[in-house]
């Protein structure tokens, strides 16, 4: 906990230094308006003094005073809120690229910590959640004290008297601010963990809701949702009753200065005051608001800085970008495939659960045909996820034609793989932009050739737009069958030597499965293939056999088993 | 799986209507909701009080007027704790509303689920949940608390202001009249034209990093990583774009209603220091100045609120257009009838206008306690048999009966009672072992859990498991294999007493010597039940009263 504050410490004041120049630049506004506003004050003031005591040839000056700096506020808070904005923008985008580099840099292990929603919650909302810190937040943090006691001052030389009671009253605010400040952080911390827990908690029940609703569970989920969002709230009214009350202190000390001004101020007017001294306690009773002001806008954005240190736990939580050295040459013998070996490799996804691959090794020669057997759980898919490279070895290393692959950068070593699992995951878009996923600088021939091989063309007519049908969520329904076509097609677009087939037709019916193994056997041809498959029709795969069990290999037999 | 989910066209629903949809949601609420915004007047009028006292009490020492500061004290204490139970308040019963509209967009989005749900981008519906809700939050505390209270000070202030001078009062009460009701109007009708684009562009980063993270195996597999971080930062440069054009708005409309604030100011002003107008007395124009200052300034940021109401009329349009997706099968209220036979009568069925029917004509009974296979390949319609049984879909012609009983006659919720069922889509939560079980329920104890475990042949697995039963499983399942997930899925089925079982698939994912020990076991736990079992193959340990075939929408053979 102590260790977390101190890294949210500190990367919320690198965040403040990598946008200093653009929050200056708001910051210097904000005190030529504040300056304005002393302006406007003073010339307000003067108009009244001059009106109470009836010298009458300096109204019409005082008065177009008032006005001009009027205008010209409007026109500096103008300014000054889009260039806010811009810096907000700014902000976010240099952020979002960051928390993208450091998910792409750990990669699909990722999944195993992390529900794909709550990262994806971090990438989008958190960062969003960020604009009020950097638009709002930064540059009233750094103006409000001089813009406060800039005022302070400036009454202080008119109106010593005043200038004193509204100097102590603004030297209350650091002090309710520093109590109420730290009860505040605290219990904003706990919300956002009940925030984040009713977004992942939501969709999750949403992606199920068929389940919950055909096994008669919607009420009680509903209660269970309906009591997770009144802890929401609970939790949320704990932060802002501390909140307020702190703006409330606000209200306190400025109701305070208002009021002692007035009392003390209207005493020195007994009599037939002069002008300027009419002008002076005038001056100190506008002022007030003003001295506040900024405080107040400070107090406005308390929120956004809240969203910044959850942000940075969230961001904490994610791997630290690590630089991968690249030792291997990039240019790739494609043709005939590489050959694998696995020396004595283990593997555990955590210390608690205990090893799920012990001690495996084979050595599987170019172009060779590896089929994985084993009861479900054996470790077949582990494994698979150890030979993409998606995890490491605990012990022991994984060979591609002889270069180990932790020597690999994530590139090369998906320069040298495909790989087609149980359900591909299809991408909102065009069935084109699917596949060219696997390689998007493929030429149009390249592109209908992988079509054409994978037989994606063979159901193409159906679609409406054909190639520019959109699929994947929200578009237009694909069968296992069709979808699974269209990760061959990317398979074939890819040209890998190495081919890591998942269980690729258990989705399938038998029909389907023969129909799509026909494509896979021919996307075999020239490459190592490691496959992995419950199904009887998929074993006539003619290759080579390695049976796990339990995470042990248990047999590794030849060509002709 | 395969069976294509119907695109429910609904008309598109005004933004008035919505949005009267969402209060109609809040009526419980009311009586908080109009006490806020009490609160919020008399906090106004209090700060109001406090300024105009304290300029016509300085005003007054300067011409003489005896010291009178009762009322400056009374409401300068005042304006503090109305202020501070204001704010306490008005959002107590926003999230109060918040949470009421959060359980009855779920409750309206459970009524349609089976049916139009599955369609839906669920990174668009947490969009629409999280967001939309979150957005309305804003309908409330910064559109109609201080709308109203807008509303209710201007008579106040026109009465002070007109004390300074008939004319001059007037034309100020117009000025915030513009202030506070026409400029939001244009707000309005401004972010109406770019609320939408706000909301989408959101909605469709959202969609990007959903598929980034989701498929992050396949990124980092075909080294298209960049790819799929392209579509993130170019869909972000486009939000962005959207965001910025909102907020030049917002910043010019800000500045032009500081310009017409400035002006109420200065026409108050003048009538203070008689120019243009005729000079108010002292005291009184100074206190309505002070007022003026206040009170304009105050209602200035209502600018603000009626740009941000485009953007709350769409969240709660398109948070009434989900939630008002129809039910697809209408809810009866018959009691339960004492058979069990399920059967179904000349049923024809189809899931859109557009597609060719998956069913025509279909004739089927299966008798309490019968065991029967429905074979076929996939796309044959074999789940949407479940779906009409279950009445997340219901039938063009024909009816299904339960123990004689038309199924739509029935509640909904006593007919699931007597099916359970396991599909291809069984869903596993982001919850313990237990969790998944219950699916909420309290009132089964463990050693029932242990013995559905033993029957679905997972019960070793889950001994081994470091919390056993309290193990968390992970986001689908993430930390089982797909064959584990099934068997709890199944263990789930195993668990309720419905008299009816509806197995769709339940072997897929398991290896030939699984899958056969489990059929196997399956033929005992499911004793003295009926037994739908929908499969593309059989592996013949299956004990079976009858075997149907479907095919072209129609059960070519029975046998058995």
């Given at each position: ?11 919320v004041k690198a965040q403040g230094r990598a946008s200093r120049s653009r929050t200056s630049v708001v910051v210097v506004l904000g005190l030529l308006s504040t300056l304005l506003g002393l302006l406007q004050a003073?010339a ?21 005073v008032f006005l001009l700096a009027c205008v010209l506020r409007v026109i500096l808070s103008t300014i000054q809120d889009m260039t806010a904005a811009s810096a907000g923008i700014h902000a976010r985008r240099r952020l979002r690229r960051e928390v ?23 990438l989008v909302d958190r960062i969003e959640a960020l604009d009020g810190y950097f638009a709002r937040w930064l540059p009233a943090a750094s103006l409000w004290l001089v813009s406060q006691w800039l005022v ?95 703006s ?41 608001p003003e001295a506040f002001a900024s405080f107040r806008a400070l107090s406005a954005a308390y929120q956004d800085r809240a969203h910044a240190?959850?942000a ?250 | ?130 967001s939309?809700?979150q957005t309305?939050d804003n309908l409330?505390l910064r559109i109609?608390?201080p709308l109203?209270?807008a ?24 000025l915030f009249?513009v202030l506070a009701f026409i400029l939001p109007l244009m707000g309005a009708r401004l972010s109406r034209r770019f609320g939408p684009d706000i909301l989408r562009a959101e909605s469709e980063l959202r ?25 993130v930062t170019d869909r972000q440069e486009t939000l962005f774009k959207a965001q910025r054009r909102q907020q030049t708005r917002m910043a010019l409309m800000q500045g032009f209603a500081g310009l017409i604030a400035k002006a109420g100011i200065a ?26 200052i206040t009170v304009l300034e105050g209602v200035t940021g209502l600018a603000r609120a009626g740009l941000l109401s485009g953007q709350v009329s769409h969240a ?245």
């Amino acid at each position: 906990m102590k260790a977390d504050k101190t890294i949210a410490k500190a990367w919320v004041k690198a965040q403040g230094r990598a946008s200093r120049s653009r929050t200056s630049v708001v910051v210097v506004l904000g005190l030529l308006s504040t300056l304005l506003g002393l302006l406007q004050a003073w010339a307000l003031a003067r108009t009244l003094a001059s009106v109470l005591t009836r010298d009458t040839d300096s109204t019409g000056p005082a008065i177009g005073v008032f006005l001009l700096a009027c205008v010209l506020r409007v026109i500096l808070s103008t300014i000054q809120d889009m260039t806010a904005a811009s810096a907000g923008i700014h902000a976010r985008r240099r952020l979002r690229r960051e928390v993208l580099d450091r998910i792409i840099g750990e990669g699909p292990a990722l999944l195993r910590r992390h529900h794909s929603a709550a990262i994806a919650a971090t990438l989008v909302d958190r960062i969003e959640a960020l604009d009020g810190y950097f638009a709002r937040w930064l540059p009233a943090a750094s103006l409000w004290l001089v813009s406060q006691w800039l005022v302070v001052i400036a009454l202080y030389v008119e109106n010593h008297q005043a200038g004193l009671i509204l100097a102590a009253c603004c030297a209350m605010l650091p002090i309710f601010q520093a109590v109420f400040g730290i009860a505040t952080a605290v219990a904003s911390r706990k919300q956002f963990l009940a925030m984040n827990r009713l977004q992942t908690r939501f969709l999750d029940r949403v992606k199920g809701i068929a389940t919950i609703v055909l096994s008669g569970g919607t009420d009680r989920e509903t209660q269970a949702l309906a009591k997770s969002a009144d802890d929401l709230r609970q939790r949320t009214m704990k932060v802002l009753r501390i909140a307020f009350l702190a703006s409330a202190t606000t209200d306190v000390a400025m109701v305070a200065a208002l009021v002692l001004i007035v009392v003390t101020q209207a005493h020195t007017l007994m009599g037939h005051p002069s002008d300027a001294v009419l002008t002076r306690a005038l001056y100190a009773v506008l002022l007030v608001p003003e001295a506040f002001a900024s405080f107040r806008a400070l107090s406005a954005a308390y929120q956004d800085r809240a969203h910044a240190t959850a942000a940075a736990e969230a961001m904490h939580e994610l791997a630290p970008l690590t630089e991968r050295t690249a030792a291997g040459p990039d240019v790739l013998q494609t043709k005939g495939g590489i050959s694998v070996t696995a020396e004595n490799v283990s593997f555990a996804w955590d210390e608690q659960r205990g090893t799920v691959i012990h001690d495996v090794s084979f050595v599987l020669p170019a172009g060779a045909t590896l089929i994985l057997e084993g009861a479900s759980g054996a470790g077949k898919s582990t494994l698979l996820e150890l030979l993409l490279g998606f995890v490491s070895p605990s012990q022991g290393r994984i060979l591609f034609d002889g270069q180990d692959m932790q020597s690999l950068s994530p590139r090369q070593i998906s320069s040298r793989i495909s790989w087609i699992g149980q359900k591909p995951v299809l991408f909102a878009g065009t069935i084109r932009e699917n596949i060219l996923f696997a390689r998007p600088d493929a030429s149009a021939e390249d592109l209908d050739r992988a079509v054409s091989a994978a037989a994606v063309d063979q159901y193409l007519s159906s679609l409406p737009d054909g190639l520019e049908t959109r699929i994947g969520e929200g578009g237009f329904g694909l069968s296992g069958g069709q979808a699974q076509r269209i990760a061959i097609a990317r398979a074939y677009l890819k040209d890998a030597p190495l081919l890591l087939l998942d269980e690729p037709t258990s989705h399938l019916d038998p029909k389907t499965e023969a129909e799509i193994l026909v494509s896979l056997k021919d996307l075999a041809k020239g490459r190592t293939v490691i496959l992995c498959s419950h199904s009887a029709q998929a074993r006539q795969f003619q290759g080579w056999h390695l049976v796990l069990d339990a995470g042990r290999a248990i047999a590794f037999t030849g060509e002709a088993a | 799986m395969s069976a294509p989910l119907p695109t429910n066209p609904v008309a598109e629903t005004g933004s008035e209507t919505a949005l009267s949809r969402i209060l109609q949601v809040w009526r419980p609420q009311y009586t908080r909701l109009i006490t806020g915004m009490v609160i919020a007047e008399l906090a106004v009028c209090a700060g109001l009080a406090l300024m105009g006292q304290a300029g016509g009490r300085i005003a007054g020492a300067a011409v003489g007027a005896g010291p009178a500061y009762l009322l400056l004290r009374l409401s300068g204490v005042s304006q503090i704790v109305l202020r501070y139970f204001e704010r306490l308040y008005t959002h107590d019963a926003m999230f109060r509303a918040l949470a009421d509209l959060r359980v009855w967009f779920y409750r309206k989005l459970a009524g349609g689920a089976a049916a139009g749900l599955g369609f839906q981008r669920s990174g668009d519906l947490l969009t629409r949940l999280v967001s939309d809700v979150q957005t309305l939050d804003n309908l409330y505390l910064r559109i109609l608390v201080p709308l109203v209270s807008a509303l209710l000070t201007l008579p106040i202030a026109t009465l002070v202001w007109m004390r300074a001078g008939t004319e001059a009062g007037l034309l100020t009460g117009a000025l915030f009249a513009v202030l506070a009701f026409i400029l939001p109007l244009m707000g309005a009708r401004l972010s109406r034209r770019f609320g939408p684009d706000i909301l989408r562009a959101e909605s469709e980063l959202r969609i990007a990093a959903l598929d980034l993270t989701s498929g992050l195996r396949e990124a980092r597999a075909f080294g298209a990583e960049d790819v799929l971080a392209a579509a993130v930062t170019d869909r972000q440069e486009t939000l962005f774009k959207a965001q910025r054009r909102q907020q030049t708005r917002m910043a010019l409309m800000q500045g032009f209603a500081g310009l017409i604030a400035k002006a109420g100011i200065a026409v108050i002003l003048c009538a203070v220091a008689g120019l243009l107008f005729p000079q108010a007395p002292a005291i009184a124009g100074i206190t309505a100045l002070f007022v003026a200052i206040t009170v304009l300034e105050g209602v200035t940021g209502l600018a603000r609120a009626g740009l941000l109401s485009g953007q709350v009329s769409h969240a709660a349009q398109r948070i009434v257009e989900i939630a008002d997706r129809a039910p697809p099968a209408p809810e009866g209220n018959a009691p339960l009838p004492a058979g069990r036979d399920l059967r179904l009568e000349n049923v024809t069925f189809r899931w859109t206008p557009d597609r060719d029917p998956i069913f025509r004509d279909l004739n089927l009974t299966l008798r309490q306690g019968e065991r029967a296979a429905l074979i076929g390949p996939s796309g044959a319609g074999k789940s949407s048999l479940a779906a009409l049984i279950l009445k997340a879909a219901s039938p063009e012609q024909g009816r299904i009966l339960l123990g004689g009983t038309d199924i739509t006659t029935l509640r909904d919720s006593d007919l699931r009672s007597q099916i359970a069922w396991l599909s291809q889509a069984s869903h596993l939560f982001d919850d313990t072992v237990r969790g998944n079980l219950l699916l909420g329920r309290t009132d089964i104890p463990d050693t029932a859990l242990w013995a559905a475990l033993d029957q679905a042949r997972i019960a070793d697995v889950v001994r081994n498991l470091p919390d056993g039963l309290d193990t968390w499983i992970g986001e689908g399942g993430s930390k089982l294999s797909g064959g584990q997930g099934r068997r709890i899925a199944l263990a789930r089925v195993l668990l309720s007493d419905a008299p009816i079982l509806v197995l769709d698939e339940p072997a897929t994912g398991l290896d030939a010597e699984t899958e056969r020990a489990f059929l196997e076991t399956l033929n005992n736990a499911t004793e003295g039940r009926s037994v739908l079992l929908i499969a593309h193959r059989l592996t013949g340990v299956e004990k079976l009263d009858r075997i149907w075939r479907l095919e072209d929408g129609q059960v070519i053979s029975s046998a058995c």
